[in-house]
């Protein structure tokens, strides 16, 4: 009800019980009335973490709302300290760095744009399903093994609770019974309560173990997946909430890392992540049986002159050119040949065909961010990440 303070606004308080009017309209009612109790139990219980503080001036997130971000925002992660990248990196809105360290609690200092990010990694994904030769039917064998097993365990499952469940009807039954016998005593009514929550909570179990069965779909096939990847792709643009849902399902595992090429420069940034194509397909969730993934790397470094030309210079050097006339060939500087040969010799004594190399500690960002170099700064990686998530070489 609304009520007029003493500086004449209008305000809004709960009006007291006895003038609270109310009317059973079951007509109105689209959405089974037992459904809708479970429904509303399973979502206080599976958001409760998410609940805001019940005192206003302990609430973190207070006057902020809860707005879903542009992906790969609330989606990429820091491959050094494991903590989110968000939009603002170093004061321009379309980047994102890590938020590690704005806190100084991370070294690894690197921005990468939002949208760039965003195209290179969908097209990377279009590609890897694109030429996908087959499904690997030895892992096809086992999920669908697998598969069956679980059936057989989700149906052996309900049984037990169905007959669970006859039990306590039964019971409730024989406890109304006595209540019209000798009267509803305080024992009594309590049972029947007691009665009526476990017959609800093992109702809740039973529509668990059946959503969990349809979480054991048989596999989609690999035209289907092409088909729906297409569709994604092609048609979604990058900005849109339904390709970051997508993108959400079928990318895992989403890590900015830093490289630098091995005769030293500017680190630059390569994305690493984990597809599942399989997820790309809507009515396809599996999160209790093995999925096959592909591991896949974008490249997001801006390749200088010298590693632009490097296959052009080193194979034009060994043919006896000189460095003047390779240069004057490629319509670069002499300088930039001997950088390229520079590299070249750099790769050939460590053995490596990658010129990139990852950086691995704080020393190594030292030289090239103030930020570390800050009192305040104090490396504090999340659980887990006590090292970097660069791949296994």
Known sequence: MTVRGKNGRPRTIPAPESEKLSRQVPELAFIDP?????????????????????????????????????????????????RMFVFGGHGKTERLMCTGVREYKCWNALTVSGPDAA?????????????????????????????????????????????????ATRKLANLFDLSEKIGASEATVERIREAELRIAFLKDQMHLV?????????????????????????????????????MHNAIDEFFVLPYQLVDSGHIQPRLTFQVSPFKLVNDFSCDSLPIQTFDCVVDLAKKPKRLTHLDDVVRMVGQGMKHAEVASQLGIFKSEVGY??????????????DPWVPVVSVEQAREHYKRVRNPRFDFKPLEGFETTRHPKS
């Open 119 to 167: 195209r290179a990694v969908a097209e990377r994904t279009r590609e890897l399903i694109t030429d996908l030769p087959n499904i690997d039917n030895a892992w096809g064998a086992e999920y669908e093994v697998q598969r069956q097993a679980r059936l057989v365990e989700s149906h052996d499952e309900l049984n037990r609770l169905q007959r669970e469940l006859d039990s």
């Open 210 to 246: 059946q959503r969990e069965q349809q979480n054991h779909p048989v596999l989609p096939s690999l035209d289907e997946i092409k088909l729906i990847a297409n569709d994604v792709f092609s048609e979604l643009a990058v900005e849109s909430s339904e390709f970051s849902r997508q």
């Open 340 to 353: 390229a040969m520079k590299l070249h010799r750099e790769m050939v004594a460590l053995g490596v065909d």
């Open 34 to 82: 037992d459904r809708y109790d479970r429904v509303i139990r399973l979502l206080v219980e599976r958001n409760a973490k998410y609940k805001r503080s019940e005192s206003v001036r302990n609430d973190p997130r207070a006057g902020i709302p809860k707005r879903q971000t542009r992906w790969p925002g609330q989606h990429l992660r820091c491959g050094v300290c494991g």
